[in-house]
């Protein structure tokens, strides 16, 4: 007696697993570490180095990194300032591997006598060969820092998007006022880390696999 395979649709639902659009929680677990980021405007000084805005310093959280509530605790320090005049830039952000984001949180740039220093209009894109080819996730507005009082500074922007990547473009084409200085606080990512292709192969030679085993073992009846 013939069976039917059921390899074709076993493999099918690998395919939509691997691709699936939901959109994911934003949870603590799912933050990336391990991101770096370089800027196209120079630091107003090395203590304002772009670096500063991916490695948590200043963040309530520093010891046990990830949650995305965390505060920023400082008025004055531990963020980006650039030493442009012009508030146009990009800042570039590589990822350890390749991850299904879900999530962008900002901490916008705040020091405590201007509020208005932080990134307003961006379009953010993303790469999945280090930033050769880029996609584009369209235009957001980024709020103006909330930091009021020390410690007092929670996110100022969550984006949801359902993208791989491992590598981030923020294209900054406006702050929200400052004529002199551009600055950002802190950028987390979240997401999963997307299998490599011979992790997904296996898996599916497994499938078709159980799949063989199982229409074998139903023909012998």
């Known amino acids: 007696m013939r069976t039917q395979s059921h390899a074709p649709v076993l493999l099918a639902l690998l395919a939509l ?13 799912d933050f990336i570490a391990g991101v ?20 948590n310093s200043g963040m309530s959280d520093a010891g046990d990194p990830g949650d995305p509530a965390a505060t920023h605790l400082a008025l004055n320090q531990d ?26 949180v900002i901490w916008n740039g705040h020091q405590g006598f201007a509020t208005n220093r932080g990134i307003n209009d961006v379009e953010i894109l993303t790469s999945t060969d280090g930033g050769v080819s880029l996609v584009s996730h369209g235009m957001i507005s980024v709020g103006e820092a909330t930091l009021v009082a020390l410690g ?27 004529p ?14 997307v299998p490599e292709p011979s992790t997904a192969i296996l898996l599916g030679l497994g499938l078709v696999g159980v799949a063989s085993l199982s229409g074998r073992r139903t023909g012998r009846r």
Do not use: W
Not at 84 to 104: K, N
Not at 180 to 193: D, N
């Open 152 to 178: 007092s500074g929670g996110p100022d922007h969550i984006e949801a998007l359902a993208a791989n990547a491992n590598f981030v473009r923020f294209d900054i084409t406006s702050n929200h006022g400052d």
């Open 17 to 29: 697993l691997l691709a699936s659009p939901v959109q994911a929680a934003l949870i603590k677990p």
């Open 79 to 104: 963020q980006y300032v650039s030493a442009a005049i012009s508030p146009a830039m990009v800042t570039d952000f590589t990822l350890p591997s390749t991850f299904r984001l879900s999530h962008i």
């Open 180 to 193: 002199t200085f551009v600055s950002l606080r802190e950028v987390r990512f979240y997401g999963t880390l």
């Open 36 to 55: 770096t980021a370089v800027n196209s405007q120079p630091p107003f000084s090395s203590s304002f180095d772009i670096g500063l805005v991916v490695d």
